[in-house]
């Protein structure tokens, strides 16, 4: 149990264009979702974290217009790479918390961003 | 302020020794402590937690020690294998937020 899928693993697209990943909870409802990112050799930066239903809590120093997070459904949140550049490319992972869930998180394979 | 970070970012060790993989943390206020590990291009794999109001817990081949006093935490894997090798990672988490920020991450490297 308590799986969570990200689609795309990968992607790789042009300067400019922008790009969405999904985070799915696929056998249990996920009230609070996390967004990281995360550099090569280096550790889970956490980006925002989204309720469903409201607005998505970003930390100081992310982009809320660059980076759109929606969490529409309690198995569902997407994040939106807007006009992705270079320094974009990056490991982004989510992670889901139950309903049930005191502080437990779990995780998602990751989407790996290339921005050319 | 919050701060989980790690003392040795590389630790190689030969198979079937055990190891010891050490994490210093800032934040007096974190509840609770998890240790993670992540292969490369994959995400984070749960592999123990412990309380703050704890020492000490186990679970199969892996010891989790909590040292409050001097803000210290460990994971000890027995016996280690080649499929052990991996980046782990110690997280701290709680407060009003009830965020995770995780330390910077050791990799283990299993010698066969």
């Known amino acids: 149990g308590a799986v969570v899928s990200q689609h795309p693993s990968w992607v790789i697209c042009k300067s400019g264009t922008s790009v969405k990943i999904e985070c799915r909870s696929l056998?249990?409802?996920?009230?609070?979702m996390f967004w990281y990112r995360q550099f090569p050799k280096q550790s889970l930066m956490l980006m925002a974290t989204s309720n469903e239903g409201s607005k998505a809590t970003y930390e100081q120093g992310v982009e809320k217009d660059k980076f759109l997070i929606n969490h529409a459904s309690l198995t569902l949140s997407t994040l939106t790479v807007t006009s992705a550049h270079p320094e974009d490319s990056s490991f982004y992972i989510c992670?889901?918390?139950?309903?049930?869930?005191?502080?437990?998180?779990?995780f998602g394979p990751g989407t790996r961003l290339t921005v050319t | 302020g919050e701060s989980v970070g790690l003392h040795l970012p590389t630790l190689s060790v030969q198979e079937g020794d055990n190891s010891i993989i050490n994490c210093a943390y800032s934040n007096s206020a974190s509840d609770y402590f998890i240790w993670y590990k992540q292969e490369s291009g994959k995400g984070p794999q749960f592999i123990i937690d412990i309380r703050s109001n704890m020492d000490k817990r186990q679970g199969q081949r892996v010891t989790v020690l909590l040292n409050k006093t001097v803000k210290h935490l460990s994971l000890q894997i027995a016996a280690t294998q080649p499929g052990d090798s991996a980046v782990y990672f110690c997280a701290g988490g709680g407060g009003a937020t009830n965020k995770l920020i995780f330390g910077t991450g050791t990799l283990l490297a299993v010698q066969p």
């Open positions: 056998d249990f409802q996920a009230t609070t």
């Open positions: 992670s889901a918390r139950g309903l049930q869930g005191l502080y437990e998180q779990y």
